[in-house]
């Protein structure tokens, strides 16, 4: 089976290269294509604080793709897991998922902040943050992660 998407805009941003941390200091605007969208695409996003944005890591080379299990940034002290344990770029589908806060939304233009997409990087799709959607009950996760996570945002 195949999957083919087009992407509904792109990412613009001062980001152009895919650094792991720091990333709450962007901000970063979403263009959607004009050819395909008009504003009423966008209409009522305004109302949401976050919204879920779902794009493709069109500048990880195929060669680098992971399918097995690896040391998360290459880091031996913490345990080598499979890429599904993990939210590396270099993924077999390419996909990115971030939750980021929306900070106003223009024509066919969405600002956002915490987006950990790079300058030009196309985007999929965009998602309203539902507080229903979130988990329920408690989570939980391994230390690694939270270490790893300590610099991102």
Sequence with gaps: MSIQMTPIGFVHSTRGEATDDAWDSETATIHLDSASFSPEALQGLDAFSHADIVYWFDQVSTETITVGARHPRGNESWPKVGIFAQRGKNRPNRIGLTTVR??????????????????RTPVLDIKPYMAEFA??????QPAWATELMSEYW
Excluded: Q
């Design 135 to 140: 988990p329920r009950g408690a989570t939980h």
């Design 102 to 119: 929306i900070v106003r939304v223009e024509g066919l233009k969405i600002t956002v902040e915490g987006l950990d997409a790079i300058d």
